[in-house]
């Protein structure tokens, strides 16, 4: 490989805090849900079985009764982080934040499934954590998607995990800003260039206050919150999910539950066509406040490859425009097109590549049996990591690592997919 395997290892061993990962230390002090997920299939190549598992129990510890796995677990404390539990105001035992992340968990689970070598420990493992995991799926379709129109929505940036994509710069910008003073802790850690705008701060933190004041309520919030955005990434990732849990599911469970995630499923592959957009060639966003599509082309539009939501002339047409998305930026995949008037190869969710994006589309990719561009999204990739660090995300144009160093789901992807 292109890295350096024990260095990968290591990255996890550091990060441990005993049963959970920190994406980064300082910057990322509590676990993350998505990168949660993305961690435990490092868990698994490092060769730890048990701790992989653990890593998602430890996730599922932070479910919220109404089936919600949110954002971030708070399970100790740090004073590097800002919004923390107090800010949030959620009063469970275990401290969390309100919002949820890109539901990747239940296709993680399907693979350390199928991988593990300890089989029993693994059907014990999958017992436990079905429960939870069907409830978090029920969740996502019951209270994020209560018109039944098969397209889920979301009520943060931060809930994509994609928090500065141009896409949300339109619904963002009619949210009220916060009234109060507060000290960001990020670019503390990280070069202000290579994060989100203060007014865009401004307005993730007015949502957090929001969520409270409505006491998490969710007809409440679904009727007034001031974002609610349809987003490609997390239809297309949750669609996967469902497919992966319906899988694990079968011989095992067959009730109402499995019957209804079905239907889900069936609804958004009935409803995908809403956000294809023709004049881009790409999927995208939409806001549900103003029914307009969110004219921008960025790697939530590719993603529903990875969940088999696009048809085979979608496929194609996607395919073809990454032929000049990755000559622009050759240390793709740009998260926002190279060409787009909003792209900053550095900066978060504007631009940069993420490595375990890249691995999601590459498996889209393949299933749409394109196995050249698969690779070449691999090799990019690589060529990210040959500077020897496992950084956050890379700048998209000249390789070069950003954000948070010494990063899990880098270090993690890495390990699974390009070892
Ligand atoms: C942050 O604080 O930047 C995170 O992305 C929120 O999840």
Sequence with gaps: PVFDIEHAKRILRDNDLGGYTVPTKGLYPFQWNWDAAITALGWMEAGDEPRAWLELEMLLKGQWDNGMV???????????????????????????SAISQPPVLATVVRILFEQSKDRALAEQKLAALLPGTIACHLWWYRERDPENTGLVCSYHPWESGMDNSPAWDHPLSAVPTVDWEYTRRDTGHVDAAERPHKHQYDRYIYLVDFFKRNRFDSDAIYKSCPYRVQDIGIIAILQRANTDLLALCQSRIDDDSTRSLQASSARTAAAINELWSDELSCFVSRDTLTGQQLKTISCAGVLPLFGELASPAQASAINESLDRWIDGAPFGLASTHPDSETFEPQRYWRGPSWLHINWMIALGLEAYQMPERAEQL??????????????????????????GGEFSWTAAIALHWLK
Excluded: R
């Design 70 to 96: 949110p954002h971030i677990i708070f399970h100790g404390e740090a004073d590097t982080y800002f919004p923390g539990p107090e800010v949030w105001g959620v009063e469970n035992a275990v401290k969390t």
């Design 378 to 403: 691999k090799q990019v990739s690589e060529a990210c990591l040959e500077n020897g660090d496992f950084w956050e995300y890379y700048n998209s144009v000249t390789g070069e690592g950003c954000g």
